[in-house]
Structure formats: C-alpha cells, structure tokens
C-alpha cells in the first residue's frame, strides 16, 4: 500500500517561511526521486523541486533561491523549505514519489500566503 502523507501547510504572511513534510510508506524510497508540485486555483499543476536518490535537485525558475527540498532517507521523510514565500506561492502542495513503474501522488496541503 503506497502512501504519502503531507504537512506543515498552512497561512502565512508574505515573506515568512514554512517547512513543509512528507512521509512515505510503501515504496523503496531511498531508491526513489521524490519531488512536490504544486496547483494554484485556475492553473495546472507544476513542478517546484526534485530530489534525486542520491540528492541531486533541481527546483522550478519562480522558487529558485528561495525553497529547498531534502530528503531523510532513514525516515522516508521529504522536506520542502519554503522562505520569503510571496502571494503567488498560494496553492495546494503534493508530494510525488518516482518509481520504476510510475508515479504516486499524495492528498496534498494547503500554502496561503497573504500580503
């Protein structure tokens, strides 16, 4: 049974920052590139940050400087730092797990930042 479980989303003021969390279960995970995507109301979902099985990222033009992914391969944890988040960072945040066969999606958390 493959899960993957979000938090940490929530409100935040424009420039704060929010740590958002991951946790998977039934997938080898240390295997796995885990990345988070993100949909905002009216817009499809995107990518904003992949992590390698062996911790290489790469992170979407509009989030880089500013957000990083990592990954606890001990834990089956996946973390998206989120810093001087801005207004257009509001949107419903998924975790995605990479596998040989396909990918899997989690329920996704809810980033709103005011301004």
């Known amino acids: 049974q493959v899960q993957l479980v979000e938090s940490g989303g929530g409100l935040v003021q424009a420039g704060g920052s929010l740590r958002l969390s991951c946790a998977a279960s039934?997938?080898?995970?240390?295997?796995?590139?885990m990345g988070w995507y993100r949909q905002a109301p009216g817009k499809q979902r995107d990518l904003v940050a992949t992590?390698?099985?062996?911790?290489?990222?790469n992170y979407a033009d509009s989030v880089k400087g500013r957000f990083s992914i990592s990954r606890d391969n001990g834990k089956n944890m996946v973390y998206l730092q989120m810093n001087r988040l801005k207004p257009e960072d509001t949107a419903v945040y998924y975790c995605?797990?990479?596998?040989?066969?396909?990918?899997?999606w989690g329920q996704g958390t809810p980033v709103t930042v005011s301004s």
């Open positions: 039934g997938i080898i995970f240390s295997a796995s590139t």
């Open positions: 995605d797990a990479a596998t040989r066969l396909r990918n899997y």
């Open positions: 992590i390698t099985s062996t911790g290489i990222t």
